[in-house]
């Protein structure tokens, strides 16, 4: 047990969102920006963003392919839902397609 937090995690926790804080605001930022791939890593970034700048403070950006699953669709879209954030999606098969024209002449677009 922490004596402060109540367990490691919960410490570990209250560290990452105090540090998240005091790294942003001594940068001079007040906004984030957090990109969600429906995975878990960018979940926990976005909930430590929210409980560190607030929810007003945090947008989020989806950002999916040709090869994103349904499941990743809806789970960003709930998970935004569930803190409040700002939402948007940015498909980016395009993109990804002129760039794999661009490194790869003689290829054609890469799949």
């Known amino acids: 047990m922490h004596p402060v937090c109540g367990s490691e995690t919960e410490a570990v926790l209250e560290a990452l969102i105090m540090g998240t804080r005091d790294y942003v605001t001594k940068c001079g930022f007040n906004k984030a920006v957090i990109g969600l791939s429906g995975g878990i890593d960018s979940a926990l970034t976005a909930y430590i963003a929210v409980k560190a700048l607030g929810a007003e403070n945090v947008a989020t950006v989806f950002m999916p392919s040709r090869y994103t699953s349904r499941g ?40």
Not at 80 to 101: H, K, S, T
Request: proline share 5%; charged share 25%; aromatic share 10%.
């Open 72 to 111: 990743n669709y809806d789970d960003t879209r709930q998970l935004a839902e569930n803190l409040g954030v700002a939402y948007d999606i940015i498909p980016i098969d395009d993109l990804y397609q002129m760039f794999a024209r661009l490194l790869i002449p003689d290829a054609g677009v890469a799949d």
